[in-house]
């Protein structure tokens, strides 16, 4: 997400979507790879799923106001 | 965005989410106990049973079955199922080979003794889970909910697509907590709903098809499993002292595919296999594999190994439905996010119900671009 980026102005589809996107295809990654294996392939599993919650954090410390 | 498209798909959005809202709510809070089914079993199992015989030799299978089918006089042998971690044999039978899963009889036994083991379920997940799975209407309910499923994925490509027009203006994650509560309640809406879009479509559609069990299973035994009974059409189901050695047949599976464990056993004329062969189901030893059976058909009069086979790929995608479904296959941390995601789903699910029914205003007029001032403002309900 550009700086440029201010509230006023109108965001492509393409800039909207730039964060959920990465954040659907991390989750996808870690449902996926939970099955795949244990140990690593879990621990891998938890970060892809845990990205949401990460956004989560991140969106509830910085952009609530 | 056009006005009219986002109207379309604002409406597709409202009625998709209001017709299924109510039974989401249900299952996410009935599912929530049961992401963590294993743990709270073994917290309320008392742990005072042992086998009768510890390290004793294990009583056959054929012996088991004999003393089951002598507790329920007149019943014919469903399924036998083992238990990973003591010497348990788990044995469904029913009046007859028709019967419901809920006129069928389960009951646990000591390998060691032939004594029944008490049962170590509790009730109350078996309630949570009836209610999660068919709402106590058995098979009707259970696709009545795969419906409902089906609207709440239409629901969640609305919200996407909506997402788009809403967020024009706003950066990621933004929540406007100074303006009003409707204002503050939309934002959550959206961004929890965005962060947990993934996890919720695949949960989602896995559950449709893990209501679609009994259709696939149907379909799997008519059409891959028709060529053997090719031959057999006039005879009747093998009656028990007409069946062949369990044992043996087990055996004969096991050492037929060393690569694969024994998982359980479907008599003849049940669901789970043709009406003339045992049905042992065999699981992959690997993290992937083990989600994955592969039966073993056995002519269940003479005992011989008819065909051990793969299944369709629609029997592979209902096996691994279960566990992306159920969040139960990544250990501990991974039920915890699926609890996390249940709980912001909630949030979305309620707040959309509280957005609809704050609701004045056509949506667009919360998203119309304001022609006469710069204002980032959306709305103008309060």
Redesign the interface.
């Known amino acids: 997400m550009s700086a440029s980026n201010n509230s006023r102005n109108r965001r492509s589809a393409r800039s909207t979507f730039a964060l959920p996107f990465w954040i659907a295809l991390a989750s996808l990654v870690g449902l996926v790879t939970a099955l795949l294996g244990d140990g690593l392939w879990n621990a891998v599993a938890w970060l892809g799923l845990g990205t949401p919650i990460v956004a989560l954090g991140y969106g509830l410390i910085y952009r609530t106001g | 965005m056009q006005q009219r498209t986002i109207r379309v798909w604002s409406g597709i959005h409202k009625w998709t989410s209001l017709i299924c809202t109510i039974f989401m709510l249900m299952l996410c809070l009935t599912g929530l106990p049961l992401i963590f089914h294993d743990e709270i079993d073994a917290a309320l199992d008392t742990h005072d049973w042992e086998p009768a015989n510890p390290g004793g030799p294990m009583l056959s299978l054929d012996r088991i079955l004999s003393v089951a089918l002598d507790n329920q006089p007149g019943d014919k042998p469903i399924f036998m199922s083992f238990d990973k971690d003591r010497p348990v044999v788990n044995v469904t039978t029913a009046p007859t080979l028709e019967a419901s899963e809920g006129a069928m009889h389960f009951a646990s036994y000591d390998r060691t003794s032939g004594e029944t083991v008490p049962d170590h379920e509790s009730s109350f997940m078996a309630f949570i889970l009836e209610l999660h799975m068919n709402m106590f209407l058995g098979l009707p309910g259970m696709l009545f909910l795969g419906a409902m499923g089906l609207l709440l994925f239409l629901a969640i490509v609305s919200g ?1 697509v909506l ?2 027009p809403f ?12 303006k009003t509560r409707r204002i503050k309640w939309l934002d959550l809406h959206n ?2 709903g ?6 919720l479509s ?1 949960v989602t559609l896995t559950g449709v098809v893990n209501t679609l069990a009994t259709p696939i299973i149907d379909l799997w035994r008519t059409h891959s499993l028709a060529d053997l009974i090719e031959g057999y059409e006039n005879q009747s189901v093998p009656t028990p002292e007409e069946m062949a050695s369990l044992d043996a047949a087990v055996k004969e599976a096991v050492e037929a595919a060393p690569d694969k464990t024994l998982q359980f056993v479907a008599f003849p004329g049940g669901q789970f296999s043709t009406d003339f062969h045992y049905g042992v189901f065999l699981q992959g030893k ?3 594999t083990q ?1 994955l059976i592969t039966p073993a058909l056995i002519n269940a009069r003479t005992g011989e190994l008819s065909d051990i086979r793969g299944t369709p790929w629609y029997v592979k995608s209902l096996a ?1 439905s279960g ?2 479904h159920f969040g139960d ?3 501990l ?2 039920k915890i ?1 699926w609890t ?2 249940d709980l ?1 789903t909630i949030i979305v699910l309620v707040s959309g119900l509280y957005l609809w029914a704050s609701r004045r205003r056509p949506v667009t007029s919360e998203i119309r671009e304001p022609t006469t001032t ?1 204002s ?1 403002s959306l709305t103008t309900s309060s």
């Open positions: 996407v997402y788009a967020m024009r203006k706003l950066n990621f994650g933004t929540v406007r907590t100074g961004f929890f965005v962060i947990t879009v993934a996890w695949v690997t993290s992937l989600h691994l566990p992306l296959y990544g250990g941390p991974l996010l996390i995601l912001l710069h980032p």
